[in-house]
């Protein structure tokens, strides 16, 4: 089991950058698989990255490639997820997620989730 807490999200403006934060409960923090899933008003939770157990594996959905970055510091059990060039259109509640089996961006493959934090980023 592991428990999950976010933080770092807040209101910007468009081409500004966050990093989100995700803690982990836990001794076994290092065997999951971590991803950070984001939902916007009115749609559906998406997958947004995913990074293997030792960090060498990185997948990002293409509305995100070049301008996020996950990382993770398993030491400190810690995921992160620097946010680069944002736009209002990344205006969403983020989620941090770990995954004991699958490396994917499917969300019913993962088992544990944060409660979320909220990013709005202004025009």
């Known amino acids: 089991q592991v428990q999950l807490v976010e933080s770092g999200g807040g209101l910007v403006q468009a081409g500004d950058s966050l990093r989100l934060s995700c803690a982990a409960s836990?001794?076994?923090?290092?065997?999951?698989?971590m991803g950070w899933f984001r939902r916007a008003p009115g749609k559906e939770r998406e997958f947004v990255a995913a990074i293997s157990r030792s960090g060498g594996g990185l997948y990002y959905a293409d509305s995100v490639k070049g301008r996020f970055t996950i990382s993770r510091d398993n030491a400190k059990k810690t995921v992160f997820l620097q946010m680069n060039s944002l736009r209002p259109e990344d205006t969403a509640v983020y989620y941090c997620?770990?995954?004991?089996?699958?490396?994917?961006?499917?969300?019913?493959?993962?088992?544990?989730w944060g409660q979320g934090t909220q990013v709005t980023v202004s025009s």
């Open positions: 997620a770990a995954s004991g089996t699958y490396y994917s961006g499917n969300d019913y493959t993962y088992d544990y």
């Open positions: 836990g001794r076994t923090f290092s065997s999951y698989i």
